[in-house]
């Protein structure tokens, strides 16, 4: 069963740090892009950040210079580092990705996590 789970969500006062991990579980060949989304309440769910499998990052305007995206394609892991974070950051934060399977050929799925919470609060 191919599985992306989420940790490292939590409570941070304004101006904390805190480190999201994703790992993509499973039957994979390989991956192509990842990213991490987020969804606060009463809000649509926005992009926060996302990577290519060579590297190549974007930002949401509103993360950019805060936020920094990376993955480990040995571990089938993308991170997000938090930093100086604010109470508007509050938010679901998912990740997603494109994954090429075993035995399915070079089509790629796109899968979700499961969300972890990120509250940023005093």
């Known amino acids: 069963q191919v599985r992306l789970v989420e940790s490292g969500g939590g409570l941070v006062q304004p101006g904390g740090s805190l480190r999201l991990s994703c790992a993509a579980s499973?039957?994979?060949?390989?991956?192509?892009?990842m990213a991490w989304y987020r969804q606060a309440p009463g809000k649509e769910r926005e992009l926060v950040a996302a990577?290519?499998?060579?590297?190549?990052?974007t930002y949401s305007d509103s993360v950019k210079g805060r936020f920094t995206i990376s993955r480990d394609n040995a571990k089938n892991t993308v991170y997000l580092q938090m930093n100086s974070l604010k109470p508007e950051d509050t938010a679901v934060y998912s990740c997603?990705?494109?994954?090429?399977?075993?035995?399915?050929?070079?089509?790629?799925?796109?899968?979700w996590g499961q969300g972890t919470q990120v509250t940023v609060s005093s």
């Open positions: 499973g039957s994979i060949s390989s991956i192509n892009d």
């Open positions: 997603n990705a494109d994954l090429l399977l075993m035995g399915w050929g070079a089509r790629s799925y796109n899968y």
């Open positions: 990577i290519t499998n060579g590297g190549t990052t």
